[in-house]
């Protein structure tokens, strides 16, 4: 195993300055000058709180961190010698911020209480100055790093307004799933800890999932997303979170759009759904059931997987005819990344497309539901969309069914290079030309 490096850990510090300073509290401490490297290590631990404090308020006009540092100007003008203001700094810092945990914050107080012993004239029953030993400062050199120097500003409670007004904001630009997670990630969830997230994910919950008002529906979409990054962060924690505090996440809108934005979440997390409480469940169930977003994505209250594709093949040939648009495929693909599912999904899209009532809806079902997903289509479900094929007139005499039907003959030969027995569907092969 590696030996633990202190000067390998203080390369990764994240402001310049305070790795400058920190060179000169590793060659006290190699140089055994133990004293000094506490004196100075508190200094740094101060400065770079300080940084950080500085760069919340500069990139994010963070209230919190501007509250402080103001606080802290106050005490400095009043008295200009005393060191008072650097414990009220660290205090504050760990009442109205999450810059540090509980431990870390123990962790400075017993640095701040080390630096005292070592920079006063604090003698021992010989007379002696308070000497700290190497393994000593040793420790507090790499709990101060870990604690502190090495690690991003961390946002003050006042990241979701923030965060809010900024993503609604940009929301014509962060337009897709991937947009939105990549910008969240990088100017937001890359100085947040876990702590932070969690508060989002709660507050965002019910944004989503309760309120409906002119914002909330504005930007509902967008704030999904955001939480969906969040969640994927911290799906580990996200079952604790919900049994921790299930009366409020089970408080959920009884219809509407937060109830589907609901479903579509649970359908990704679907852990999430047995957590919440019985009222909870009944209204998503009663989504799943009656909803067309439900209908297409709410397998997590079925019994199987298996049942819910029998279960949504039923509704396609049933006289609600549904009628579904490209993203409500993509979600239905999504549910589960098995070859299982897959052949399945391909079945339901045969099955719509086999459910078309005139030509015109078989030109439009066709376009929606074979050619983004045909390479999909394995050898049991290439034979069975062409079934569905033979059997609807509606789609082999179709005028643009022979040029539309080229990608399927193609995904045919790549399955079957010993040759496919095309008479099994002869209204199939005609409109093929196989018969010309």
């Known amino acids: 195993m590696q030996e633990f490096s202190l000067e390998q850990m203080a390369e990764s510090i994240h402001y310049g300055k305070t790795k400058t300073y920190f060179e000169e509290v590793l060659s006290s401490y190699h140089n055994q000058n133990y004293r000094s490297a506490v004196v100075m290590l508190w200094s740094v631990a101060v400065c770079d709180i300080v940084f950080k404090l ?23 003008d009043a008295d200009p010698r005393s060191s008072a203001w650097e414990l009220k700094l660290i205090d504050d810092v760990n009442e109205k911020t999450h810059l540090l945990d509980a431990s870390e914050y123990e962790n400075l107080r017993y640095l701040q209480r080390q630096r005292h012993l070592s920079a006063h004239p604090v003698l021992n029953k010989e007379r002696e100055l308070h000497a700290p030993n190497k393994e000593t400062v040793r420790s507090l050199l790499r709990n101060t790093l870990g604690d502190l120097l090495v690690k991003p500003p961390f946002y003050t409670q006042h990241i979701l307004n923030e965060l809010l ?23 937001y969830l890359s100085r947040t800890n876990k702590t932070v997230e969690l508060s989002i994910f709660r507050s965002l919950w019910k944004i989503v999932f309760k309120l409906d008002n ?31 505090d299930v009366d409020f996440y089970s408080n959920v809108a009884n219809g509407g759009d937060p109830l589907q934005f609901l479903t579509f979440f649970l359908s990704q997390n679907h852990e999430v759904f047995p957590l ?45 005819r549904p009628i579904f648009s490209p993203p409500q495929f993509d979600v239905l693909l999504e549910i589960s990344d098995t070859d299982e599912w897959q052949s399945r999904f391909c079945r339901i899209a045969s099955t719509y497309y086999g459910a078309s009532q005139n030509y015109d809806q078989a030109d439009s079902r066709f376009q929606v539901a074979i050619p983004t997903y045909i390479k999909l289509f394995d050898r049991e479900s290439i034979k069975y969309l062409a079934q569905q094929i033979n059997s609807n007139s509606q789609c082999h005499d179709r005028g643009r069914a022979r040029h539309d039907y080229t990608i399927i003959k193609e995904r045919i030969d790549e399955l079957f290079p010993e040759g496919f027995n095309y008479k099994d569907y002869p209204w199939f092969s005609r409109k093929l030309g196989l018969d010309d």
Do not use: M
Not at 55 to 61: A, G, K, R, W
Not at 170 to 184: A, C, D, P
Not at 220 to 238: D, P
């Open 54 to 76: 500085q760069s919340l308020i500069d990139l994010y006009n963070d209230a919190s961190a501007k509250e402080i540092l103001d606080e802290i100007s106050k005490v400095q």
């Open 276 to 320: 919440l409480s019985d009222a909870a469940r009944l209204k998503v169930e009663h989504c799943a059931a009656n909803d067309d977003v439900g209908k297409t994505i709410g397998w997590f209250t079925k019994d199987s997987l298996t049942k819910h594709a029998e279960d949504v093949e039923s509704w396609i040939k049933s006289e609600e």
């Open 165 to 187: 007004a900024d993503i609604a904001e940009s929301r014509e630009i962060l337009n897709t799933r991937k947009k939105v997670r990549k910008y969240v990630e990088s100017r």
């Open 214 to 244: 002119d914002d909330c529906n504005k930007n509902r979409l967008i704030n999904l997303h955001v939480l969906e990054v969040i969640a994927t962060k911290n799906k580990a924690l996200l079952p604790d979170t919900i049994r921790g």
